[in-house]
């Protein structure tokens, strides 16, 4: 079987869809954009009422900044529908890519609704950050799972390098090096074959060490603002670093990722890194105050408007309560190498095992894992960062480990 895609279907356009539709349509695939239809419309009513949903993801994709498109120009090869009244369209579609909620039971429902109507050469594919591919794929035959996978890919899709590709046990090998070749070729991504355990490698990783920063910023009364300045650029890390890289990644997914994996991994010792009680208080009061970041108004961060547009206040609308709070002084950069290191270092040691390069300063030495953008070029993985204190001096020191390794 030769594969090529030239018109494929997203079916969610939510953060991800979106900014997969856009990554797509740049490249010179048409993409057929699909949602729910909006609530209190019936099959029949004009189209544009029909697909508000989409239609308004599709608007607040063009605002985003940076920018999800290539060009404005691509927006001529995306079309929009419903999973109602337009699912008959992936007939004709070389791939469906399904970037729905994070939530088995509805892939599920929709995946036999997509099976339903591909054509009999469709690759069908999940952007799910962490779920099972078995389980997504568990109520198909061969004939569907030789053409099914995951293809995770990471947010901003544009931007970050990094795809991982899970085949499932059944997926035709062909269609894995198609997949292989066409993310890095065609895509520019750094593309990793993971095994299909839980959360693959990068969230896997991520979750960890995001809901390590939350506990530990909830127990010793750092700020959101500290825990951000202390693990953004100042380790190499994007100026996401932590909580605003929740709001970008939307704080429901977040805790989806974070809960889901919990009971997938039994017998990970640092497991109970999840299930921290003031964590939990914390994620139900903002799920149930929508605060999810910035797709609504706001989450660790406050949203406001300007020009029209969404930005990131830059000002935190959580503060902690702890009696631990360090003395702000201490919170200085050149004066608080030891608490910002604890701070790495608590996250380095509920995730993977860490790198421990050769103390040859004799002070600190302290290395993470991390996805470097700019390191993640040549090796899309895994990355160790030294941080070594010297005379109230920060050195930091990259060291590439081996490319395309699998986390667990
Ligand atoms: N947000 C991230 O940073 C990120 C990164 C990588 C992977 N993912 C994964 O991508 C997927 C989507 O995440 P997201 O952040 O885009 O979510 P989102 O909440 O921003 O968007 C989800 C979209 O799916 C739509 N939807 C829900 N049920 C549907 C159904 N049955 N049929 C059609 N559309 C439906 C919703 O209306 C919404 O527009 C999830 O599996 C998530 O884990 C998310």
Not at 270 to 298: F, I, Q
Request: hydrophobic fraction near 40%; glycine fraction near 8%.
């Amino acid at each position: 079987m030769t594969y090529a895609i030239h018109k494929a279907a997203v079916i969610g356009s939510g953060t991800m869809g979106g900014g997969i539709a856009a990554l797509l349509a740049g490249i010179g695939v048409e993409v057929l954009l699909l949602d729910i239809p909006a609530k209190d419309t019936q099959p029949g009513d004009p189209a544009d009422k029909r697909n508000a949903i989409v239609i308004n993801n599709l608007k607040t994709l063009q605002k985003m900044r940076p920018s999800q498109l290539f060009s404005e120009h691509d927006m001529a090869l995306i079309s929009v529908g419903n999973t109602d009244d337009d699912l008959h369209k992936l007939a004709d579609r070389d791939w469906v890519i399904e970037v729905v909620v994070e939530n088995l039971a509805i892939k599920q429902s929709l995946m036999a609704r997509v099976a339903a109507a591909i054509g009999p050469h469709t690759i069908v594919t999940t952007n799910t950050s962490g779920l099972p591919i078995h389980d997504i794929a568990s109520q198909f035959g061969e004939d569907f799972t030789r053409r099914f996978m995951g293809t995770h890919f990471f947010n901003p899709p544009r931007y970050l390098h990094l795809l991982e590709v899970i085949p499932h046990s059944n997926t035709d090998p062909e269609l894995i090096a198609f997949m292989q070749d066409f993310g890095s070729r065609k895509l520019g991504k750094g593309v990793v074959i993971c095994k299909d355990t839980p959360n693959f490698i990068g969230n896997r990783f991520m979750s960890m060490t995001g809901m390590q920063a939350m506990n530990y910023a909830l127990d010793h009364g750092f700020t959101v603002e500290e825990v951000d300045a202390i693990t953004g650029p100042l380790i190499g890390r994007p100026k996401t670093a932590t909580f605003n890289l929740n709001d970008l990644v939307g704080f429901d997914i977040a805790v989806h990722v974070a809960r889901n994996l919990y009971p997938a991994i039994p017998d990970d010792p640092a497991r109970d890194v999840l299930a921290h009680a003031g964590s939990a208080e914390l994620s139900e009061y903002m799920l149930a105050n929508k605060m999810l970041g910035r797709k609504t108004d706001g989450g660790f961060y406050k949203m406001i408007k300007a020009d029209g547009k969404k930005k990131n206040s830059g000002r935190s609308i959580w503060r902690p309560a702890s009696t631990n709070r360090p003395k702000r002084s201490n919170l200085r950069v050149s004066a608080s190498i030891r608490k910002s290191s604890r701070l790495v270092n608590a996250s380095v040691c509920c995730s993977m095992k860490p790198i421990v390069l050769p103390n040859t300063s004799g002070i600190i030495t302290l290395s993470i894992w991390h996805t470097h953008p700019t390191a993640c070029r040549k090796s899309p993985i895994a990355f160790s960062t030294s941080i070594m204190p010297r005379n109230g001096a920060l050195i930091m020191k990259w060291v590439p480990l081996k490319s395309g390794t699998q986390s667990a």
